[in-house]
C-alpha cells in the first residue's frame, strides 16, 4: 500500500531557536521508534497540514529523511488553540508487520430512542478507547451504535462495541461508554402580581380621585373658564 511522503531536514535549531523556523514556514519535530533513537527534524508547515488533516494520529506517513523513507504515524500533536495549528508534533516510525497499541475517538452515530421520546439525554463518556493493530489497519474511530437506548439510565458499555477486523480492543468490556440522563428541567418563574394601592393613594386611571381633588378634565374645565372670564 502506498502512503503520502512528507519531506523531512535534520534540524539543527534547537530551544528558543525554533521560533525562526516557524517564521520560515517550517515545523519542528522529532521522530522516534521503538529500535531507534530520536531525531530532532523539520517539516514544512504547507506540505504537513493536509496530511494531518486527512489522515489524523491513525494513517501511515513515509517520512522521507536524506533520502530514505519510513513509515510513520502522527504523535502528540501541540495545539496553538488560538490558530488551531500544530506548533510541533512527533513522528513515530512503526513496523507494518508488527501490531502496535494506541488511542483513537469513540464516534457516537444514530438518534438513541429516548431522545426521540424527549424522555433523556444522550451522554458520552468515553471519548478515547485503546485498540490494538497493524499500522495499516488502525481506524480513523470506533463506532458505537446508540439506536437501542430507549430508556432513562440505559448505557453502551465496551462490550457492546463491534471492532472492525483486524482490531482487538483493549479497554476493560464494563467501562461506559455512553448512557441516557434525565432531561433538566427548567423552571419558570412566577408571573409577577399586581401591587394593590394603598388606601389614599391616587390610583391608576378611571380611579376615582381623593376627596378634594379635581380631576385632570375638571382641572382643564375650571381653567378655561377663567380664561373666558378674563
Known amino acids: 500500500m502506498q502512503h503520502p511522503?512528507?519531506?523531512?531536514?535534520?534540524?539543527?535549531?534547537?530551544?528558543?531557536?525554533?521560533?525562526?523556523?516557524?517564521?520560515?514556514?517550517?515545523?519542528?519535530?522529532?521522530?522516534?521508534?521503538?529500535?531507534?533513537?530520536?531525531?530532532?527534524?523539520?517539516?514544512?508547515?504547507?506540505?504537513?497540514?493536509?496530511?494531518?488533516?486527512?489522515?489524523?494520529?491513525?494513517?501511515i506517513i513515509d517520512l522521507v529523511i536524506d533520502g530514505s523513507a519510513v513509515p510513520v504515524l502522527i504523535k502528540n500533536p501541540q495545539v496553538n488553540y488560538k490558530s488551531n495549528?500544530?506548533?510541533?508534533?512527533?513522528?513515530?516510525?512503526?513496523?507494518?508487520?508488527?501490531?502496535?497499541?494506541?488511542?483513537?475517538?469513540?464516534?457516537?452515530?444514530?438518534?438513541?430512542?429516548?431522545v426521540t421520546d424527549k424522555l433523556g439525554l444522550l451522554m458520552q463518556v468515553l471519548n478515547e478507547i485503546e485498540i490494538e493493530a497493524l499500522p495499516e489497519a488502525l481506524p480513523e474511530a470506533i463506532e458505537a451504535d446508540t439506536t437501542t437506548l430507549a430508556e432513562v439510565g440505559e448505557m453502551l458499555e465496551v462490550s457492546d462495541l463491534t471492532a472492525p477486523d483486524g482490531v482487538t480492543i483493549l479497554a476493560e468490556p464494563d467501562q461506559v461508554v455512553a448512557q441516557i440522563s434525565e432531561l433538566v428541567q427548567v423552571e419558570k418563574e412566577p408571573e409577577p402580581v399586581a401591587a394593590e394601592p394603598i388606601e389614599g393613594e391616587a390610583?391608576?386611571?378611571?380611579?376615582?380621585?381623593?376627596?378634594?381633588?379635581?380631576?385632570?378634565?375638571?382641572?382643564?374645565?375650571e381653567e378655561t373658564s377663567k380664561e373666558k372670564a378674563e
Not at 464516534?107 to 438513541?112: A, D, F, Q, S
Not at 390610583?203 to 380631576?215: D, F, L, N
Open 5 to 59: 511522503k512528507l519531506q523531512a531536514e535534520i534540524r539543527e535549531k534547537l530551544g528558543k531557536k525554533v521560533k525562526q523556523l516557524r517564521h520560515d514556514g517550517k515545523m519542528p519535530a522529532n521522530v522516534y521508534g521503538k529500535h531507534i533513537d530520536s531525531r530532532a527534524i523539520q517539516v514544512s508547515y504547507a506540505d504537513f497540514l493536509p496530511m494531518y488533516k486527512e489522515l489524523g494520529e491513525t494513517g
Open 85 to 114: 495549528t500544530p506548533f510541533h508534533v512527533d513522528f513515530y516510525q512503526v513496523n507494518l508487520k508488527e501490531k502496535i497499541k494506541t488511542s483513537v475517538p469513540v464516534k457516537l452515530v444514530g438518534e438513541p430512542q429516548a
Open 203 to 221: 390610583g391608576v386611571e378611571g380611579e376615582t380621585p381623593a376627596e378634594g381633588e379635581a380631576t385632570s378634565e375638571e382641572a382643564t374645565t
